[in-house]
């Protein structure tokens, strides 16, 4: 088990739905990641909060929406996903600088149907 | 040219070996370095962070890193069948900004 708690474990919708991914951290990090991962592909990095602030958007498409209540939580809200949208949403935190460590969640494994 | 690289595997190797594994990176002015090990269906662990040039251990991991030639190896010693997983070699290229290479198979045989 690790630091970083997403919700939920799995995850099946349809190309219309909406839905909403969480992640959680109660290690005092102020920057907090969502990634992408594809089967046999390296983590591909989506957006950055630092301090509760977007700072990064690595050009990702509106469908994608993420948020940032406050500095333990982050979520991503999913509309209109694709098929290819399908893999491993991986959210992770770090202290904050660019030199501290990113930790990983579990992740969520989304399908699209 | 990627900005980092890694040999994808798979690299096999016996139980008690040595599993040595390697990663370049183009961007000079990298400064933060991290490998994480990643088993079947699960997420990325952080195993070492490496900052300055020279090795740094930790149990049976040692990581090395030389700047000059923009290069980062893992080395794991007594290699046991439970170290069979895929090391992510990750740079950090911008201020929050973390790369990933592609990964290298372990596979440690019994």
């Known amino acids: 088990d690790t630091e970083v708690t997403q919700t939920p474990k799995h995850l099946v919708m349809g190309m219309t739905n909406k839905k909403s991914l969480k992640c959680e951290q109660h290690?005092?990090?102020?920057?907090m990641y969502w990634y992408k991962q594809k089967a046999k592909k390296p983590p591909e990095l989506m957006f950055v909060?630092?301090?509760?602030?977007?700072?990064i958007n690595e050009s990702v498409p509106s469908r994608f929406s993420p948020e940032c209540p406050n500095s333990s939580l982050l979520n991503l809200h999913l509309h209109a996903l694709q098929p290819e949208d399908s893999a491993l949403y991986l959210c992770?935190?770090?202290?904050?600088?660019?030199?501290?460590?990113?930790?990983f969640g579990d992740g969520t494994r989304l399908s699209i149907l | 040219q990627k900005e980092v690289e890694q040999n994808s595997g798979p690299l096999s190797v016996p139980e008690g070996a040595i599993a040595s594994l390697n990663c370049t990176y183009s961007?000079?002015?990298?400064?933060?370095f991290f490998w994480y090990r990643q088993y079947s269906g699960k997420s990325p662990e952080l195993i070492m962070s490496i900052y300055s040039n020279g090795d740094k251990e930790d149990g049976r991991f040692t990581a090395q890193l030389n700047k000059a030639s923009q290069y980062v190896s893992l080395l794991i010693r007594d290699s046991q069948p439970s170290d069979s997983a895929t090391y992510l070699c990750?740079?950090?290229?911008?201020?929050?900004?973390?790369?990933f290479g592609t990964g290298t198979r372990l596979l440690v045989s019994p």
């Open positions: 290690m005092g990090h102020r920057a």
């Open positions: 992770a935190s770090s202290q904050g600088g660019g030199n501290q460590p990113q930790h």
């Open positions: 961007d000079r002015g990298s400064q933060s």
């Open positions: 909060y630092s301090y509760e602030k977007l700072s």
């Open positions: 990750a740079v950090r290229t911008g201020f929050q900004k973390l790369v």
